[in-house]
C-alpha cells in the first residue's frame, strides 16, 4: 500500500493560451515600423507588403481585396487570433528564407486573404471564390474568461492553419520550432483502438475458437462508411448476415461489443506538433519515445484543448518536385498551372506515376472520365474522387463535354458554376445561402449542422431556409431543390479550398512529367527509398518509362553511383536501391565501386577488404552488378561462396597463380588436390583433411547451384525482380511462352475482344478472398503485375459451373502476394474473369535455408 503518495497534478486550464511570439528586430525593419508596434500592426503592415508583392494594388477590384483583408484582421484581433497567424507566418517565412519548398495550402487556410498576403498560403482566395468564414467563423469561435482573470480560447474552435513541407527538410522546419518555443514543445500522441472488424476477429479465435477462414467472414460482413468499418451495433442494423452470424456466435459479439473502441496501442502523430505558452510539462504530462523526442501524455483532442497544435506534413511529392527542378534549374513556383502541355497531357491519360492525387486508382479513373482542360477541371477531378463526391462524377463529366449546367435549379446555376452545376463543393452551399438571404456567418453555421448531420437542428434550418426564401418572394421549387443539395451534403461535398490548393501541386507535378520526364522519373526513382514497400514503388516506374521512350539500365559496379542517376537519355539503377543494402553499406560498396578490378579473385577480396557480407556480394552478383566480368551469375555466386571458405593464406595462394587456371576457383582447386598449389619452401598449401572439409561446404552450395541452374531464365527474372524490383534481362512471357502456351502482355488486354480467351502470367500484387453481396457466392480477386501493366481477376463460382469449389477442394492454395501465377479466362471490360489457375512453384534459391521450401 502506498503511504504519503502525492500524485503530480497540473494546473487546471480552463482553454488555450497562445505561445508567446518574439519577432525579429529585421522584420519590423523591413516594414518600415517600430520594434514598440503592437502585433496587429505588425500583421496589418505584412498585408500591405503583400498586397504590393502579388500586384493586388494594381489590380481593377482591389477594393474587394481591400474590404476582404480588412474584416479578416479584425475578426483576428477581435478573436484574440491575430498571435496564432503570426506563429505560422513565423514558419512560413524560415521556409521561404531557407528554400524549404512547402505547399501553396492545405484545407480551409486556402480560404484566407490574410494567409495569402504573408505567403502562408499561395492560393488567392478572391479569385477562387472561397470564403474567410469556412476558416474563421465568428460563431464558431470563442474566447473564454478564466476564473483567473486570464482569457482563454477554446482550442477545438481554434483556427486551423495545415502546411505541407518538403518531406526531407521537414525536420529542419521541426527544430527550428523547438529552438523558437524551447521547452514548450512536443509531438502529439496517438492512440490506437479496437475497431469493429479488428475485435470481432480476435474475440472470434479467443471465445470461440474460430479459424482464419471463419473470422475472415466474420469481419467481411462488417460494413463501412467511406472506407472506415461502422460499429457492431450499427453493422448488425445494416447488414442481414452480420445479424445472422451475431446470432450463430452469440458470446463472439457479446465480448466484442464490451471491447470495442478500447485502446490497443498507442504511437507519435505523423505531423502533429504542440506548443504551449508555459513549459510544456506544466501544461500536461510528457513521454519519451525510444529516440528520445518529446511526447504528449495526452492525445490530439485533449492536447488541442491545452495548446495549439500545428500540422506540419513532410509531402514526398514536394522534394520530388524540388529535386527536379533542381535538376533544371528553374522555380517549381514559376510553372504556369495554366499551360496546355498540362491538360493535354491528362486529356490522354495512360501514365499516372507521381502525378500527384491523380496516381491512386480512384482518381486516376476520375481524371481519365472527366480528361480536365483547365485547372478549375483539375480541381473538381480531386474534390470528386472522394467516397461520396464519386456520385458527382458522370454529371460533371457531362458538363465538361457539353457545357451545359447540370444545376439543380436555374436560380443555383451561378452558385453552382464551379463546379458545373453540381453540388460538389462544400463552398456552392454558403454561396447558395448567402444568395437566398442568409449572411456568411449564418451559411457556415448551416453548413456545419448540415454536413454533420446534426438531428436535432435539421428541422430548425429547413425551416429557416424555407422562411428566408419566402421573405425573399422566391420560388418554393428553389428552397426545396437547395434543401434537398444540402440534407444529402455530407455525403457528398468536399471543401474546394482543399481540392483547388491541390490542384495545383498536381498541375506542377503533372508539367514536368509531360515536359521533363527523365528528370521527374529519376526524382521520383530517388524518392522510392522512401516509400514503405521500395521495390514496388520502382517496380511501377518500371511500367511506365517505356512509354517514354526511356530505359531503367542495370545496376553495374564500374557505371552505377550510390543512388539513381541520368545516362544519355536513360536512367541508372542505384546501388543503394539494391535490397539487401542497408545504410551502414553504402559508403563501403562506393568504396568497393571506386577500387579498379582486373579479375574476379579480386572482386571477392575487394568486396572483404569493404567489409560487405557474402550474402551482399551474392546480391550484388544475382542483381547483374558484376556481369562486365562475364560468365554466368549462378557460377559466380558459387565460386564467390567457395572463395569466402577460403583462409587469408588460402586465398592468396590461389591469387598468385589465378592467371594460369583462368581465375576458376574450381580449377584452382583441382590443382591443389594434385599438390600443385605451394608454398615458398615447395610445401602444398592444402592438406586433404583440408580440401575434404572445402569439398562439404562446396556441395551445400553446390545443391543451391544446381537448383538454380536448372531454371536460369526464370532465376534471373526472379532475383532482379525481388532484389531491383524489375526484372531488365527476361519478362515473365520470355520465361514461361511456349509454342502452345502464349501469354498476352497486361498492356494489350484494353484491345483484346471481351470474351476471346486468353493467357496471361504475373506476379501476385494482393489476393482477396469475400463473398459477393448479390448472391452470397465466394470469390478471389487477384491483383496482378507484369513488366508493363496490372490487371484484375475475379475466380468465382457461375451459375453453371463451381470453378473455385473445385480449385479449393482439390487441396489447392489461395494465390499469396509475390507468387507468381498463369491464369486463363475471358476478359469482360476491365476484369479478367478466371477459369483456370496455377501457381508456379519452382524454387529458386539464395541461402540454404531456401532449398528446404
Same mark, same amino acid.
Given at each position: 500500500?502506498?503511504?504519503?503518495?502525492?500524485?503530480?497534478?497540473?494546473?487546471?486550464?480552463?482553454?488555450?493560451?497562445?505561445?508567446?511570439?518574439?519577432?525579429?528586430?529585421?522584420?519590423?525593419?523591413? +516594414?518600415?515600423?517600430?520594434?514598440?508596434?503592437?502585433?496587429?500592426?505588425?500583421?496589418?503592415?505584412?498585408?500591405?507588403?503583400?498586397?504590393?508583392?502579388?500586384?493586388?494594388? =494594381?489590380?481593377?477590384?482591389?477594393?474587394?481585396?481591400?474590404?476582404?483583408?480588412?474584416?479578416? /484582421?479584425?475578426?483576428?484581433?477581435?478573436?484574440?487570433?491575430?498571435?496564432?497567424?503570426?506563429?505560422?507566418?513565423?514558419?512560413?517565412?524560415?521556409?521561404?528564407?531557407?528554400?524549404?519548398?512547402?505547399?501553396?495550402?492545405?484545407?480551409?487556410?486556402?480560404?484566407?486573404?490574410?494567409?495569402?498576403?504573408?505567403?502562408?498560403?499561395?492560393?488567392?482566395?478572391?479569385?477562387?471564390?472561397?470564403? *474567410?468564414?469556412?476558416?474563421?467563423?465568428?460563431?464558431?469561435?470563442?474566447?473564454?474568461?478564466? #476564473?483567473?482573470?486570464?482569457?482563454?480560447?477554446?482550442?477545438?474552435?481554434?483556427?486551423?492553419?495545415?502546411?505541407?513541407?518538403?518531406?526531407?527538410?521537414?525536420?529542419?522546419?521541426?527544430?527550428?520550432?523547438?529552438?523558437?518555443?524551447?521547452?514548450?514543445?512536443?509531438?502529439?500522441?496517438?492512440?490506437?483502438?479496437?475497431?469493429?472488424?479488428?475485435?470481432?476477429?480476435?474475440?472470434?479465435?479467443?471465445?470461440?475458437?474460430?479459424?482464419?477462414?471463419?473470422?475472415?467472414?466474420?469481419?467481411?460482413?462488417?460494413?463501412? =462508411?467511406?472506407?472506415?468499418?461502422?460499429?457492431?451495433?450499427?453493422?448488425?442494423?445494416?447488414?442481414?448476415?452480420?445479424?445472422?452470424?451475431?446470432?450463430?456466435?452469440?458470446?463472439?459479439?457479446?465480448?466484442?461489443?464490451? /471491447?470495442?473502441? +478500447?485502446?490497443?496501442?498507442?504511437?507519435?502523430?505523423?505531423?502533429?506538433?504542440?506548443? @504551449?505558452?508555459?513549459?510544456?510539462?506544466?501544461?500536461?504530462?510528457?513521454?519519451?519515445?525510444?529516440?528520445?523526442?518529446?511526447?504528449?501524455?495526452?492525445?490530439?483532442?485533449? !492536447?488541442?484543448?491545452?495548446?495549439?497544435?500545428?500540422?506540419?506534413?513532410?509531402?514526398?511529392?514536394?522534394?520530388?518536385?524540388?529535386?527536379?527542378?533542381?535538376?533544371?534549374?528553374?522555380?517549381?513556383?514559376?510553372?504556369?498551372?495554366?499551360?496546355?502541355?498540362?491538360?493535354?497531357?491528362?486529356?490522354?491519360?495512360?501514365?499516372?506515376?507521381?502525378?500527384?492525387?491523380?496516381?491512386?486508382?480512384?482518381?486516376?479513373?476520375?481524371?481519365?472520365?472527366?480528361?480536365?482542360?483547365?485547372?478549375?477541371?483539375?480541381?473538381?477531378?480531386?474534390?470528386?474522387?472522394?467516397?461520396?463526391?464519386?456520385?458527382?462524377?458522370?454529371?460533371?463529366? =457531362?458538363? !465538361?463535354?457539353?457545357?451545359?449546367?447540370?444545376?439543380?435549379?436555374?436560380?443555383?446555376?451561378?452558385?453552382?458554376?464551379?463546379?458545373?452545376?453540381?453540388?460538389?463543393?462544400?463552398?456552392?452551399?454558403?454561396?447558395? +445561402?448567402?444568395?437566398?438571404?442568409?449572411?456568411?456567418?449564418?451559411?457556415?453555421?448551416?453548413?456545419? !449542422?448540415?454536413?454533420?448531420?446534426?438531428? $436535432?437542428?435539421?428541422?430548425?434550418?429547413?425551416?429557416?431556409?424555407?422562411?428566408?426564401?419566402?421573405?425573399?418572394?422566391?420560388?418554393?421549387?428553389?428552397?426545396?431543390?437547395?434543401?434537398?443539395?444540402?440534407?444529402?451534403?455530407?455525403?457528398?461535398?468536399?471543401?474546394?479550398?482543399? @481540392?483547388?490548393?491541390?490542384?495545383?501541386?498536381?498541375?506542377?507535378?503533372?508539367?514536368?512529367?509531360?515536359?521533363?520526364?527523365?528528370?521527374?522519373?529519376?526524382?521520383?526513382?530517388?524518392?522510392?527509398?522512401?516509400?514503405?514497400?521500395?521495390?514496388?514503388?520502382?517496380?511501377?516506374? @518500371?511500367? &511506365?518509362?517505356?512509354?517514354?521512350?526511356?530505359?531503367?539500365?542495370?545496376?553495374?559496379?564500374?557505371?552505377?553511383?550510390?543512388? *539513381?542517376?541520368?545516362?544519355?537519355?536513360?536512367? #541508372?539503377?542505384?546501388?543503394?536501391?539494391?535490397?539487401?543494402?542497408?545504410?551502414?553499406?553504402?559508403?563501403?560498396?562506393?568504396?568497393?565501386?571506386?577500387?579498379?578490378?582486373?579479375?574476379?579473385?579480386?572482386?571477392?577480396?575487394?568486396?572483404?577488404?569493404?567489409?560487405?557480407?557474402?550474402?551482399?556480394?551474392?546480391?550484388?552478383?544475382?542483381?547483374?552488378?558484376?556481369?562486365?566480368?562475364?560468365? &554466368?551469375?549462378?557460377?559466380?555466386?558459387?565460386?564467390?561462396?567457395?572463395?569466402?571458405?577460403?583462409?587469408?593464406?588460402?586465398?592468396?595462394?590461389?591469387?598468385?597463380?589465378?592467371?594460369?587456371?583462368?581465375?576458376?576457383?574450381?580449377?584452382?582447386? #583441382?590443382?591443389?588436390?594434385?599438390?600443385?598449389?605451394?608454398?615458398?619452401?615447395?610445401?602444398?598449401?592444402?592438406? $586433404?583433411?583440408?580440401?575434404?572439409?572445402?569439398?562439404?561446404?562446396?556441395?551445400? *552450395?553446390?545443391?543451391?547451384?544446381?537448383?538454380?541452374?536448372?531454371?536460369?531464365?526464370?532465376?534471373?527474372?526472379? *532475383?532482379?525482380?525481388?532484389?531491383?524490383?524489375?526484372?531488365?534481362?527476361?519478362?515473365?512471357?520470355?520465361?514461361?511462352?511456349?509454342?502452345?502456351?502464349?501469354?498476352?502482355?497486361?498492356?494489350?488486354?484494353?484491345?483484346?475482344?471481351?470474351?476471346?480467351?486468353?493467357?496471361?502470367?504475373?506476379?501476385?500484387?494482393?489476393?482477396?478472398?469475400?463473398?459477393?453481396?448479390?448472391?452470397?457466392?465466394?470469390?478471389?480477386?487477384?491483383?496482378?503485375?507484369?513488366?508493363?501493366?496490372?490487371?484484375?481477376?475475379?475466380?468465382?463460382?457461375?451459375?453453371?459451373?463451381?470453378?473455385?469449389?473445385?480449385?479449393?477442394?482439390?487441396?489447392?492454395? $489461395?494465390?499469396?502476394?509475390?507468387?507468381?501465377?498463369?491464369?486463363?479466362?475471358?476478359?469482360?471490360?476491365?476484369?479478367?474473369?478466371?477459369?483456370?489457375?496455377?501457381?508456379?512453384?519452382?524454387?529458386?534459391?539464395?541461402?540454404?535455408?531456401?532449398?528446404?521450401?
Amino acid at each position: 500500500m502506498l503511504t504519503n503518495f502525492q500524485p503530480y497534478s497540473f494546473p487546471l486550464a480552463e482553454g488555450v493560451i497562445l505561445p508567446k511570439i518574439k519577432i525579429e528586430p529585421r522584420f519590423y525593419k523591413e +516594414l518600415g515600423i517600430n520594434s514598440s508596434s503592437s502585433n496587429y500592426e505588425f500583421l496589418r503592415r505584412l498585408c500591405w507588403k503583400g498586397i504590393q508583392e502579388r500586384g493586388i494594388d =494594381k489590380l481593377p477590384n482591389a477594393k474587394d481585396y481591400y474590404a476582404r483583408v480588412k474584416y479578416e /484582421l479584425e475578426t483576428f484581433e477581435e478573436l484574440n487570433f491575430t498571435e496564432y497567424i503570426l506563429l505560422n507566418w513565423e514558419v512560413h517565412k524560415f521556409c521561404i528564407e531557407n528554400n524549404i519548398p512547402k505547399g501553396p495550402a492545405r484545407g480551409s487556410a486556402a480560404s484566407s486573404c490574410v494567409l495569402y498576403l504573408c505567403r502562408v498560403t499561395d492560393i488567392d482566395p478572391l479569385k477562387n471564390g472561397l470564403f *474567410f468564414e469556412r476558416f474563421v467563423s465568428k460563431s464558431r469561435a470563442r474566447k473564454i474568461v478564466g #476564473r483567473d482573470g486570464i482569457t482563454y480560447l477554446d482550442g477545438s474552435l481554434l483556427a486551423d492553419v495545415d502546411s505541407d513541407i518538403s518531406y526531407d527538410r521537414r525536420p529542419e522546419v521541426i527544430k527550428f520550432i523547438e529552438e523558437k518555443h524551447k521547452g514548450r514543445t512536443a509531438k502529439i500522441l496517438t492512440l490506437g483502438t479496437l475497431s469493429s472488424k479488428l475485435v470481432l476477429r480476435e474475440c472470434g479465435k479467443i471465445v470461440d475458437g474460430l479459424n482464419e477462414e471463419s473470422v475472415n467472414e466474420i469481419s467481411s460482413h462488417v460494413p463501412k =462508411k467511406f472506407n472506415i468499418p461502422v460499429e457492431i451495433n450499427e453493422g448488425i442494423e445494416e447488414s442481414d448476415k452480420l445479424k445472422e452470424l451475431s446470432k450463430q456466435y452469440p458470446k463472439t459479439f457479446s465480448v466484442a461489443k464490451k /471491447l470495442e473502441g +478500447l485502446i490497443k496501442s498507442t504511437g507519435v502523430h505523423a505531423s502533429g506538433i504542440a506548443i @504551449s505558452h508555459n513549459d510544456l510539462t506544466d501544461t500536461m504530462p510528457v513521454q519519451k519515445t525510444k529516440d528520445g523526442d518529446l511526447v504528449s501524455g495526452f492525445e490530439m483532442h485533449d !492536447v488541442g484543448a491545452l495548446a495549439v497544435k500545428f500540422d506540419i506534413l513532410g509531402l514526398k511529392t514536394l522534394t520530388v518536385i524540388d529535386d527536379c527542378c533542381k535538376q533544371l534549374n528553374i522555380n517549381y513556383r514559376t510553372i504556369d498551372e495554366t499551360d496546355t502541355s498540362i491538360y493535354e497531357f491528362l486529356g490522354n491519360l495512360i501514365a499516372p506515376q507521381g502525378i500527384f492525387q491523380v496516381e491512386t486508382e480512384t482518381t486516376f479513373r476520375v481524371c481519365q472520365k472527366v480528361k480536365p482542360r483547365c485547372i478549375e477541371h483539375l480541381t473538381a477531378v480531386i474534390a470528386a474522387s472522394r467516397p461520396g463526391t464519386l456520385s458527382l462524377v458522370d454529371d460533371y463529366v =457531362k458538363f !465538361v463535354e457539353t457545357g451545359k449546367s447540370q444545376a439543380p435549379h436555374p436560380f443555383l446555376e451561378d452558385v453552382f458554376d464551379d463546379a458545373g452545376g453540381t453540388p460538389m463543393y462544400q463552398e456552392s452551399t454558403l454561396r447558395a +445561402l448567402n444568395k437566398i438571404g442568409f449572411d456568411l456567418e449564418s451559411c457556415e453555421s448551416a453548413r456545419k !449542422v448540415i454536413a454533420k448531420k446534426i438531428s $436535432e437542428k435539421m428541422p430548425e434550418w429547413e425551416a429557416k431556409l424555407f422562411d428566408m426564401a419566402e421573405k425573399n418572394k422566391l420560388d418554393k421549387s428553389i428552397p426545396e431543390a437547395l434543401w434537398k443539395v444540402m440534407s444529402d451534403s455530407a455525403n457528398y461535398q468536399f471543401a474546394k479550398c482543399h @481540392s483547388r490548393s491541390y490542384a495545383q501541386i498536381t498541375a506542377i507535378t503533372c508539367w514536368l512529367k509531360a515536359n521533363h520526364p527523365t528528370e521527374f522519373f529519376l526524382s521520383l526513382l530517388k524518392m522510392a527509398k522512401h516509400e514503405q514497400e521500395p521495390l514496388q514503388q520502382i517496380h511501377k516506374i @518500371s511500367q &511506365e518509362l517505356p512509354l517514354f521512350g526511356i530505359k531503367l539500365l542495370a545496376p553495374d559496379l564500374s557505371k552505377s553511383h550510390a543512388d *539513381f542517376s541520368i545516362e544519355g537519355k536513360n536512367i #541508372r539503377f542505384g546501388l543503394s536501391s539494391i535490397k539487401g543494402i542497408s545504410d551502414k553499406s553504402v559508403n563501403a560498396l562506393m568504396g568497393f565501386c571506386d577500387t579498379h578490378f582486373d579479375n574476379k579473385y579480386e572482386v571477392f577480396c575487394g568486396a572483404e577488404n569493404s567489409k560487405l557480407s557474402i550474402a551482399v556480394l551474392c546480391g550484388l552478383i544475382q542483381a547483374g552488378c558484376l556481369d562486365s566480368f562475364g560468365g &554466368e551469375r549462378c557460377r559466380m555466386v558459387l565460386e564467390a561462396q567457395v572463395f569466402h571458405q577460403l583462409t587469408q593464406r588460402e586465398k592468396l595462394a590461389v591469387m598468385e597463380c589465378g592467371e594460369s587456371h583462368n581465375y576458376d576457383i574450381f580449377a584452382a582447386l #583441382r590443382l591443389a588436390a594434385n599438390g600443385e598449389i605451394v608454398n615458398d619452401k615447395g610445401k602444398p598449401v592444402f592438406t $586433404e583433411k583440408r580440401l575434404e572439409k572445402l569439398r562439404g561446404e562446396h556441395a551445400k *552450395f553446390k545443391a543451391i547451384y544446381d537448383q538454380n541452374i536448372k531454371h536460369k531464365e526464370f532465376c534471373y527474372w526472379y *532475383f532482379e525482380h525481388n532484389l531491383l524490383g524489375y526484372s531488365y534481362s527476361y519478362n515473365l512471357r520470355q520465361v514461361f511462352d511456349e509454342p502452345e502456351h502464349t501469354y498476352t502482355p497486361f498492356l494489350e488486354l484494353q484491345s483484346c475482344e471481351d470474351g476471346e480467351t486468353l493467357r496471361l502470367v504475373g506476379v501476385v500484387t494482393d489476393c482477396v478472398k469475400a463473398k459477393s453481396k448479390k448472391n452470397g457466392e465466394k470469390y478471389l480477386r487477384i491483383h496482378l503485375a507484369d513488366e508493363g501493366g496490372n490487371a484484375t481477376c475475379l475466380f468465382m463460382n457461375t451459375s453453371k459451373f463451381r470453378k473455385l469449389d473445385e480449385y479449393l477442394e482439390k487441396g489447392n492454395a $489461395e494465390p499469396k502476394k509475390d507468387q507468381i501465377v498463369t491464369v486463363v479466362g475471358k476478359k469482360n471490360g476491365d476484369i479478367f474473369f478466371v477459369d483456370k489457375i496455377a501457381i508456379l512453384d519452382e524454387v529458386i534459391a539464395l541461402k540454404l535455408r531456401d532449398l528446404k521450401k
